[in-house]
């Protein structure tokens, strides 16, 4: 094996050694020959038969061709060694430069080269396009698909984003799901870097298969300049980075360039996110409640869990101010599981018809161990899983249908409700609604503001309740605000309704008693 690894200046020194024992051979024999050497020795043996010279000749000869051999295997034996050391050097030449996973530069070598890139660009008064480029929600692709899932994605990732390289183009994986790329020479031609950040995301799109499974990732790229945004490599990479995040935050899956005024937002993220995670330690995730009414009766049936963030100094954060933040720092599953031991924690005491729905990000329904961890932190609680509804949309189903599906199973054999959350907005399919156990379906708020003045929305949500009603789903309403959208939904024969117009979301204290006076005003009707 370590013969393959010969450099042609080993081999050529190889064959310069043969060719110079061969020489010192042929120089010899011609001496020997022309001084009649062999005559010489048979004389001198048959004068002095006593000595045995023709014996010594026939060891001389024997030896001299055993030290050729020596030589031979020395050389060769030499050379083998050189190989290896060489191999050896290469090979920590290559981990100090070069990703052991994905084969591309790390980031030594990018900080490397692109010090260089920038002092040609500097010299030729050209322009250079820095990409960072984040893979959206990885943490989520381990957890769900295990690190060697991971580790394969990165590597496939890596080989696409080489297909998008031309030139001096340079791309290098700067750490975990995390990688950069260099354009120098940059045209002066305005759309050609948006149409290459644009081409860098189409080529992550495209669904990754491991294990005949098709894996499905998105990624945010930040952009940044040269000379516009800086003439040092730091000051480049810090600005691209910067850009990255603004893309996560404006919703991932897009590229953002970079903007003075987005290092101020960029620090405040982050501070928040290490709020975030101390939040968590110290009990700060609380749930609001909002109620779910039938519309014929106008009776509390159940509640909405939303998650509210009690800050120590900004006060009562929405869902929206932290949540996108909780999908980029990989703790959707500690949110949900701390809204989930919360709600146990508030809802112990209430009546016991009341169901209580927890949205569920789609990634989690992927991961096999869900519902065992649900059902187990029920238990612990003693909380009946009948009690809780759990609500999901239809990205989780177009990642993997039957993933989805066996979770989704799992947990209705053990009497936990499903709901189809925002029904309508994503990739519905009455696949999704005759094959898995659904028990509801909620129909968005987009279509429901717009059913008083809108035919064609109108036409829109009654073909849905139809549906629903002929598969024998519940159907809610989300946003219901006025009367008229109330009437108009119960006419169509809308189950249930949530929004405005019955209750905005409430605290666990204000929810229970509503839950409590809701039982005492049902038991004194059937009285009267």
């Known amino acids: ?13 190889g064959r310069l050694f043969y060719f110079i ?4 051979s042929v120089c010899i024999w011609i001496i020997l020959v022309s001084i009649d ?9 048959r004068t002095y038969e006593s000595l045995h010279l023709d014996e010594i000749y026939s060891g001389f000869v024997v030896a001299t061709f055993a030290l050729i051999a020596i030589l031979v295997v020395h050389e060769r034996r030499l050379r083998a060694e050189i190989a290896e050391r060489r191999y050896a050097e290469k090979a920590a030449r290559d981990a100090a430069h070069f990703d052991a996973l994905t084969g591309i530069a790390n980031r030594a070598l990018f900080q490397q080269e692109f010090g260089q890139a920038l002092k040609r660009a500097e010299q030729s008064q050209t322009r250079l396009a820095l990409l960072v480029i984040d893979i959206d929600q990885f943490s989520t692709v381990n957890d769900m698909w295990g690190y060697s899932a991971g580790d394969e994605i990165l590597y496939l990732a890596a080989t696409r984003l080489r297909t998008c390289l031309q030139g001096e183009d340079f791309v290098a994986r700067l750490g975990s799901d995390e990688f950069s790329m260099l354009f120098p020479m940059l ?49 480049l990479l810090q600005c691209a980075e910067t850009a990255m995040w603004q893309a996560k935050a404006a919703g991932k899956d897009r590229y953002a360039l970079y903007d003075p005024t987005l290092d101020e937002r960029r620090r405040a993220r982050l501070a928040m996110e290490a709020d975030l995670h101390d939040g968590f330690e110290r009990g700060e995730i609380i749930a609001h409640y909002q109620p779910l009414v039938d519309l014929a009766s106008r009776r509390i049936m159940g509640f909405e ?16 101010a932290f949540i996108p933040i909780a999908e980029d720092a990989g703790l959707v599953d500690t949110l949900f599981t ?34 065992r961890r649900i059902l187990d932190l029920l238990s612990a609680m003693q909380v009946p899983p009948q009690r809780i509804e759990l609500e999901i949309t239809e990205t989780a189903l177009v990642q993997d249908f039957e993933a989805a599906r066996r979770s989704m199973s799992a ?15 994503g990739f519905s399919s009455l696949r999704h609604l005759y094959e898995l156990p659904i028990d509801k379906i909620k129909i968005d708020r987009s279509f429901t503001a717009h059913i008083v003045d809108d035919p064609q929305c109108r036409k829109i949500v009654a073909s849905m309740l139809g549906l629903g009603r002929s598969l024998e789903l519940v159907t809610v309403a989300e946003g219901v605000e006025t009367p008229e959208e109330a009437d108009w939904l119960r006419g169509q024969g809308c189950s249930l309704g949530q929004g405005y ?6 605290s666990a204290a204000d929810a229970g008693a509503l839950a409590h006076a809701e039982v005492r005003r049902s038991l004194a009707q059937r009285q009267a």
């Open 1 to 13: 094996m370590l013969h393959r690894q010969l450099t042609s200046a080993d081999r050529s020194r």
């Open 21 to 24: 024992i061969f020489l010192v």
């Open 37 to 45: 050497f062999s005559e010489r020795i048979f004389s001198l043996n």
């Open 187 to 235: 045209s002066e031609e305005p759309d050609k870097l948006f149409r290459l950040a644009t081409r860098v995301l189409n080529i992550l799109h495209e669904p990754f298969v491991y294990q005949d499974k098709q894996v499905k990732i998105t990624a945010s790229i930040g952009i940044s300049k040269f000379p516009r945004d800086g003439v040092t490599e730091t000051v």
């Open 305 to 320: 869990a939303l998650a509210r963030w009690n800050h120590p100094t900004r006060g009562l954060l929405g869902a929206p």
């Open 338 to 371: 701390a809204m989930l031991r919360r709600v146990c924690e508030d809802t112990r005491e209430w009546p016991a018809e009341f169901t209580v729905a927890i949205n569920l990000s789609p990634m989690q329904l992927l991961d096999p161990q869900l519902p």
């Open 411 to 425: 947990l209705r054999a053990e009497g936990v409700c499903m709901s189809l959350d925002d029904f309508g907005t």
């Open 501 to 506: 117009l019955f209750a905005r979301p409430m």
